[in-house]
């Protein structure tokens, strides 16, 4: 599935279930990614919905009293990765629930996970 095509996909989702039941939950819809300088694949969010996919402390201090330059957490990615441990790459899981994780902020979209053209080394 492609980002563009995950992003309608995880929104789709998120209303179908809070229409459901009345809960509130966050979507995470996720493919496994290869990355440039590591060996290996790891899971990575496409689409996200009702949660921010970044948490971003630049400007906030450290444990040290450090004020944190380049600090930008990408959470989905992160949640994406725990659930493909449970879901196991060939075992044909289509989704796990991920309970305990509180998500501060406002919500974000996938998006906001693709570093800008004048960022990006490899465009």
């Known amino acids: 599935m492609s980002e563009a095509a995950a992003a309608p996909a995880g ?3 998120f209303t179908r279930v809070a229409r459901k039941d009345g809960r ?3 979507v995470i819809v996720s493919d496994t990614f290869g990355r440039a ?3 290996g694949i790891q899971n990575v969010a496409l689409g996200v919905a009702g949660m921010p996919p970044v948490i971003d ?7 040290f ?3 944190m330059m380049g600090t930008v957490v990408a959470v989905a990615d992160e949640l994406a990765g725990a659930a493909e441990l449970v879901m196991n790459k060939t075992d044909r899981v289509p989704a ?7 998500a501060a ?3 974000g979209t996938g998006r906001q996970l ?6 990006d080394m490899f465009r």
């Open 65 to 67: 009293g450090r004020t």
């Open 96 to 102: 796990v629930v991920i309970r305990g994780y509180r």
């Open 105 to 107: 902020g406002e919500p």
């Open 37 to 39: 300088w590591r060996i």
């Open 114 to 119: 693709v570093r800008p053209a004048e960022e």
């Open 11 to 13: 929104r789709e989702l």
């Open 24 to 26: 509130s939950v966050a």
């Open 57 to 63: 402390y630049r400007g906030k201090d450290d444990d």
